[in-house]
């Protein structure tokens, strides 16, 4: 190996899909020993680059070189021979198998060692027996980045890793990636949050629209002359309450960090900033006052009472939750992962039945509802996992945006109005800044942020639309998105509707919600009103599973105990 050379430089690489340039003559090298940061907005180009890196898709032009040697693959295995790993951005283990059968999967030798390597090496633990399918998303990603270190790769490519991981598995795998490239290999970084380029790189590369906008070290390029090269606006332009979402305090966002008082996001001053705007901005839209008038009335608008859950090994998801959404009201759930969070999504869509308890939207009875009941009745969900439950990839753009709601395309009741869907898709697409090659594009086709923005549109299209549950609502969106959700959300909240956010992102939770409460252990702990001064420090305690020792906020007429 030619360790004097970088580890990869790319030159001219294009490569189209149809009418779309995914990629148009873009060069890029990084260095060996480093962390090398591809930064972009949605559809930009960079998961094409990492496929292109990783055998999986062939260009159409340019060529690469791996240490200083050509390096063409046409296939992942190539890939792999030649010492490069990936994670992508989409999950590759079988869910059937033990996370054990998974990694065996892989035929690699010397299995054992390698696992000890990776755990004391990395600090990376994994329960070789649990099975894949029953680990929430975050276990699944470690999962999956074991699995790419198992290879001791001289080259780490890692597509948005850190979307689904918590502000502690967040922590682990940069400092894995600094581990890496301190050992002379090199790792490239796909990421929307600022805050961990700026914790874990060395350089950057940003891509726009396909091509290369800028990049260097990082030394040279702060935040806030990134943010334009991102998204073609200064950095100023953004909501100030989105720096703690996009990653630019991303220190803030650990409990321990807000306990041990060195929250940056409060220390600045832009969450409050962020928090005032929600409020003042949504008043003369109508909004119902948080918690104020809204919880005074008989309905909620989401009402969870006594429910409990269980997981398929018999252990307990949920037990006993009660929860209460009011009209015009956010309510966030904090936690670390794991906690239930995934079964209360899972519960809300309808995918998962409680063995007790009730669930009610506006008064009425929804506990055992089919899913397509619920989203008529009012209820938008949007999952964790929205490719595999939030969406149908094999189908066109148009169809998923629409699913469930065609009968309002159909002419007589029966043939379906294609052009108008297609119309009204369109109009969507554009409302909503989605990148597609038009309503008839494939939904496979689409980036992994642009399926989100169209699963989200979806839901708040419903109508009536009486509550929104999202789980993750902006993971995987480019901070100029970000910004556009909460907006989205804050509107839909100013019209009457309830809305239950869970979030690993403290900080977004912080600035969209009206309270916060904090699931552990299967309970819902809280709440905490975020616009209190010690409200990170509190949720932070709660999520290692303190009590609540106050009320909550004036709004919600309840004791901490009815959101147990
Ligand atoms: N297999 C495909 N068929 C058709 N179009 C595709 C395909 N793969 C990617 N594209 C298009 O190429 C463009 C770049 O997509 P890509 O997934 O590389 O973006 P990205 O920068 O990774 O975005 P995100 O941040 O949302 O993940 C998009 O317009 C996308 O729709």
């Known amino acids: ?64 070189r791996l240490y200083g040697s050509p390096y063409a693959p046409r296939r992942p295995a190539d890939a ?37 390597r990776v755990r004391e090496e990395y600090g990376l633990e994994l329960d070789l027996d649990a099975r894949v399918s029953e680990l929430p998303v975050g276990v699944r990603q470690r999962t999956e980045i074991v699995k790419a270190l198992l290879r001791e790769p001289r080259l780490l490519v890692l597509d948005e890793p850190t979307g689904v991981l918590g502000p502690a598995g967040t922590d682990a795998l940069l400092a894995t990636c600094r581990r890496i490239a301190e050992s002379g290999h090199a790792v490239v ?28 070290p990082l030394a040279e390029l702060p935040p806030e002359r990134l943010v334009p090269l991102m998204i073609g606006r200064p950095a100023g332009s953004l909501d100030a309450g989105l720096a703690g979402t996009i990653g630019l305090a991303a220190d803030g966002d650990s409990p321990e960090a807000g306990a041990s008082g060195s929250g940056k996001t409060r220390a600045g001053g832009p969450e409050p900033a962020g928090r005032a705007l929600a409020v003042g901005t949504a008043e003369p839209g109508g909004r119902a006052e ?4 809204a919880a005074a009335r008989v309905t909620q608008a989401l009402r969870l009472r006594d429910v409990s859950v269980r997981r398929a090994d018999g252990t307990s998801a949920l037990d006993e939750v009660s ?103 369109d109009s969507v697409l554009t409302g909503h800044g989605i990148r597609a090659d038009g309503p008839g594009a494939l939904m496979s086709s689409l980036s992994g942020g642009n399926q989100q923005k169209v699963v989200l549109a979806r839901e708040l299209a419903l109508d009536p639309l009486i509550c929104l549950a999202a789980a993750q609502p902006t993971r995987g969106l480019d901070i100029g998105a970000v910004g556009a959700v909460h907006s989205r959300i804050r509107d839909a909240a100013a019209a009457g509707t309830g809305v239950l956010v869970v979030s ?25 009103d975020p616009a209190e001064p010690d409200a990170r420090e509190r949720i932070g305690a709660l999520m290692l599973g303190a009590r609540a020792s106050r009320p909550g906020p004036e709004n919600t007429g309840h004791t901490p105990e009815a959101l147990r």
């Open 1 to 64: 190996m030619n360790t004097a050379a970088p580890a990869l430089e790319i030159s001219g690489l294009t490569k189209s899909f149809g009418t779309t340039r995914a990629l148009e003559e873009v060069d890029l090298v990084v260095e060996s020993g480093t962390v090398h940061c591809v930064l972009g907005e949605n559809g930009a180009g960079k998961s094409t680059l990492c496929h292109v890196v990783g055998g999986s898709v062939a260009p159409d032009a340019g060529g690469l």
């Open 80 to 116: 792999l021979a030649a010492g490069i790993a990936m994670v992508h951005q989409h999950f590759s283990l079988v869910p059937t198998l033990t996370v054990g059968e998974n990694m065996r999967l892989l035929r690699l030798r010397d299995l054992p060692r390698r696992v000890a």
């Open 189 to 216: 970084l796909v990421t929307h949050k600022l805050g961990e380029v700026a914790r874990a790189g060395d350089a950057a590369t940003v891509l726009r629209g396909g091509r290369v906008s800028g990049g260097g």
């Open 290 to 293: 948080p918690g104020g008038k």
């Open 323 to 425: 929860l209460d959404v009011g009209y015009g009201e956010i309510v966030g759930i904090a936690g670390v992962e794991g906690n239930g969070q995934s079964e209360l999504m899972a519960l809300l869509g309808g995918s998962l039945a409680p063995v007790a308890g009730r669930v009610e939207l506006d008064g009425r009875d929804l506990t055992r509802a089919a899913p397509r009941e619920r989203s008529r009745a009012g209820l938008g969900v949007v999952p964790e996992d929205r490719l595999h439950e939030g969406c149908v990839p094999q189908l066109r753009v148009a169809d998923n945006l629409f699913l469930g709601r065609l009968d309002r395309f159909r002419r007589h009741g029966v043939l379906l109005d294609r052009r108008a869907m297609d119309r009204a898709a």
């Open 504 to 528: 690993s992102e403290l900080s977004e939770l912080l600035v969209l919600c009206d309270r916060i409460t904090v699931a552990y252990r299967g309970k819902l702990l809280g709440p905490v």
